[in-house]
């Protein structure tokens, strides 16, 4: 199983960046996709994570500035990110759990913000 992100760049403090994760078609039961992140300095942690019902969460440091959503049975996950700031500059990953296959995780993709 391979992961694709896309949609990172470089922002200004404020901005909005809309990130995209596209698997390649060969999960067999996917029941959850998230996004992870990790900061310099810091270790890889939760963003949000959307399951297959349609159930979300949030890290708290993203409550109300960054919205998770896609497909998770067509292996499809965005997020949309607003109110970017230099403590959101990382690199992003997406991750998608399969009941068969396990856990994968893409390659990342890097976001920055400038104050």
């Known amino acids: 199983v391979q992961l694709a992100e896309s949609g990172g760049g470089k922002v200004q403090a404020g901005g909005s960046l809309r990130l995209s994760c596209e698997g390649d078609g060969t999960l067999f039961m996917a029941t959850r996709m998230g996004w992870y992140r990790q900061t310099p300095g810091n270790q890889r942690e939760l963003v949000a994570t959307l399951s297959r019902i349609g159930t979300t969460t949030y890290a708290d440091f993203v409550k109300g500035r960054f919205i998770i959503s896609g497909d998770v049975g067509q292996g499809t996950l965005y997020l949309q990110m607003s109110g970017l700031n230099s403590d959101d500059t990382g690199v992003y990953f997406c991750?998608?759990?399969?009941?068969?296959?396990?856990?994968?995780w893409g390659q990342g993709t890097q976001v920055t913000v400038s104050s």
């Open positions: 991750t998608v759990d399969d009941l068969l296959s396990g856990t994968f």
